[in-house]
Structures are given as structure tokens and as C-alpha cells.
């Protein structure tokens, strides 16, 4: 993981922005030449040509040209003096590929399934017109910034430490989602749409009634959870029968020889203009008692016309990982539906089933079950969206 910035106040932030200039960025379509000219003490001119010299489109081949180019020829026809570094390498890793098939394929492989998928920036539309669909009150408020979080699939704590202590290193956290969240929203927000496969867990034994209506699921019954960042815990006391997890955290860090007093808020109350936070550093977000996930900031701006205008579209995701389905072991075809623990009839335990082929191998013609065996609902992280 990339080195952490320092602490940065979001709200403070956000303070700094002259109003003229941020006017000039999130308003406007063009630059305000007048403006820029009284903040930055240059001429007109020199405003116009500074304009010219940064303009985006100098990164895009002349027109005349352009058809001459694909998408892969843009990475592979790198001149050759190039100075930059991320250019370097990626001549080297070219360079390597060609040189060697086997790294060539294992490249291949690794971005077929474990890429992710990168969602289309809003478009607002010629002139505008998806922010005049818009009603009043629900489009975004200026000032305002935004940030991307990385939310990372639950840690499996077990097996880190067992492959820590066998090989001497640790896992690393898989990317689940990316989010954009803007700085006046709550961070309950950020928790409704995390999404997470033990969320949808179904107590109890169901091998004796299969059929049994699933209504009640973990996150019904367990909904507290908390965001730990810069030493606070944030708590989801939302629901009159939300517990403080944070709780016995505190008072086992306020023992010697700790003596560490961490402070605590209600999430409800927050908003992600009150938090101070550091670009590229791993916190916490626990639910379910015990699962967690990591949670990283990686970037902080202005909010502009290049953003959903839309505040029922945030948290807006803008990746997702693909992720792989468990199959049945039978068929090997459908993804897993059911888990079964202690079955006579299966080749390892526990055993994966998709639900035709659960109900053939352990069940008779009358719906009765055969042998003696445990078997519970079973969700995997592909079906979470």
C-alpha cells in the first residue's frame, strides 16, 4: 500500500478555496479569464496562453492523425525519450511481455479475474440537460468536496495469521468497491451501501425444512457497526437496540500499560466534513461483532460539473471488483447456493451445491432428507452488488 499524506482537515480544506476561483471551477464551463487575471497577477494574454498550453487536448493526437491510432497503440508506441518513469515502466513491462509468454499469460489471467470494473464518470449531457431533470432539491449544494473511498472485502483474520506464520508475510486486502461521497453527507451513508456477503447470512440448521422462507437475515438482527479513523470511533446508534462495539475496545486500550483514551461520536451525527483524515492510510469499518473491512480515502477535490449533480445518486460508485463465483461441486456449472457440513455423500467437507443439485443427491422423491447432515444458506461475494 502507497505511503499515507499527512492529516487533512476536510472542512479546513474546503475553507481555503477562494469563493471566486471555486466559483470559476464548479460553475462555470469556460474559465473566467477576469478572474484568474486578478488571482494569479498576469496579464489577459498570458492568462489566454497559460490556458492554451494546459489545455487537455494537447493530450490527444492532431485529428488528422487520430485514425490512425487504436486504443493499444496509444500504450505500446511510447517515443523513445521518454523521461517520465511511469512511462519507463511501462516500456519495461512491455518489453517483458514480448520476451516472455509464461508472464505474458499469468498478466492475462490476473486481469481476467481480478480486474475491476470502472464505471462511467457522469456525463451531464449536451447543455446540460440531465442537471435540468433534476428537482431543486435534490441537487447538490456549493461549496462542497469529494472523496473516493476503497471499501476492501472482510479481513479473514485466521487465515492471515496462519499464512503470516507460515511464510512470513500477509495477504493482501481485495479491493470491493469505490465510492464518491461528498463532504455534507453522513457517514451512515457511506455504511448503507457497503456491501457485504455476511450481511445476508441465515442462522440455523435448514436441512430439515429447505424450503423454509428466509425473512430474517444478520443485518435485521446484528445492526450496529462502527468507522474507526484518526483514533475515533464513529458509532451506528441509530437503532434503539444498537450496541457500542467499541465498548470493551476502549476499555481494554485504557488499561496499563496502554493507557490510550480513544474518543467516540455518533456516525448519524457526522458528516465527512467534521473528520480529519489521511490520504492512502487503512481504517476500519466493523460490523456483524466481528467482520471487518479496510477503508481507505485515496483522494479529496473540489466539486464540480464533472460529478453527479444528482444528490440521490451519492454514495456514487464508480468501481467494482469482478468477482468470482463458488461453484457447485456436482455440476460444477451453477454458482453455490447451499453449504452442507458432515455429508455422507459428498467428496470434502464442508461441500458447495447449487440448489437443483442440493435437493437431488440429499434429498428422496417426498422431499425427505437422507443421512445425517447440517446445511445452511450459502452467499458468495459475487452476488453482492
Not at 472482510?154 to 503470516?164: D, G, Q
Not at 435448514?206 to 458509532?235: L, T
Not at 448519524?268 to 466534513?273: C, N, R, S, Y
Amino acid at each position: 500500500m502507497a505511503a499515507s499524506t499527512e492529516k487533512i482537515n476536510v472542512r479546513e480544506f474546503l475553507s481555503k478555496w477562494d469563493n471566486d476561483v471555486y466559483h470559476t471551477c464548479a460553475e462555470e464551463s469556460k474559465s473566467d479569464v477576469e478572474t484568474l487575471t486578478k488571482k494569479l497577477k498576469m496579464s489577459a494574454e498570458n492568462v489566454k496562453e497559460l490556458e492554451n498550453v494546459c489545455s487537455l487536448d494537447l493530450l490527444e493526437p492532431d485529428t488528422e492523425e487520430r485514425h490512425l491510432y487504436d486504443k493499444w497503440e496509444y500504450l505500446e508506441n511510447i517515443p523513445g525519450d521518454a523521461k517520465l518513469m511511469c512511462v519507463r515502466f511501462q516500456k519495461q513491462e512491455l518489453e517483458r511481455r514480448n520476451q516472455n509468454s509464461a508472464h505474458l499469460i499469468a498478466v492475462y489471467r490476473k486481469f481476467k479475474y481480478r480486474q475491476t470494473d470502472e464505471h462511467l464518470m457522469y456525463d451531464p449531457g449536451p447543455d446540460g440537460s440531465k442537471l435540468k431533470d433534476i428537482p431543486e432539491d435534490c441537487r447538490v449544494i456549493y461549496p462542497d468536496v469529494v472523496l473516493t473511498v476503497h471499501i476492501h472485502r472482510p479481513s479473514k483474520v485466521k487465515m492471515a495469521k496462519k499464512l503470516y506464520e507460515e511464510q512470513g508475510k500477509y495477504e493482501a486486502p481485495f479491493l470491493s468497491n469505490t465510492l464518491l461521497v461528498l463532504g455534507r453527507q453522513k457517514l451512515t451513508d457511506l455504511r448503507d451501501m457497503v456491501r457485504c456477503v455476511h450481511d445476508l447470512t441465515v442462522a440455523g440448521d435448514m436441512s430439515e425444512n429447505p424450503d423454509m422462507d428466509c425473512q430474517v437475515y444478520a443485518k435485521d438482527v446484528f445492526k450496529s457497526g462502527f468507522f474507526f479513523i484518526n483514533d475515533v470511533f464513529y458509532n451506528d446508534l441509530r437503532e434503539d437496540d444498537a450496541r457500542d462495539y467499541s465498548k470493551e475496545i476502549r476499555e481494554w486500550a485504557s488499561q496499563p500499560p496502554r493507557n490510550k483514551n480513544y474518543e467516540t461520536k455518533r456516525m448519524e451525527d457526522t458528516t465527512f466534513l467534521d473528520l480529519t483524515v489521511k490520504l492512502g492510510a487503512p481504517y476500519l469499518y466493523m460490523h456483524q461483532g466481528d467482520c471487518q473491512h479496510l477503508l481507505v480515502f485515496s483522494d479529496i477535490r473540489l466539486l464540480t460539473t464533472e460529478e453527479p449533480q444528482d444528490l440521490r445518486m451519492y454514495p456514487y460508485m464508480i468501481g467494482r471488483s469482478n468477482r468470482h463465483r463458488t461453484l457447485c461441486r456436482v455440476c460444477g456449472n451453477q454458482a453455490a447456493r447451499w453449504i452442507t457440513y458432515n455429508s455422507q455423500f459428498t467428496p470434502e467437507n464442508p461441500c458447495f451445491f447449487c440448489d437443483l443439485c442440493f435437493r437431488c443427491l440429499n434429498y428422496d422423491s417426498n422431499n425427505k432428507k437422507i443421512g445425517n447432515f447440517e446445511a445452511y444458506r450459502y452467499f458468495d461475494h459475487h452476488a453482492i452488488v
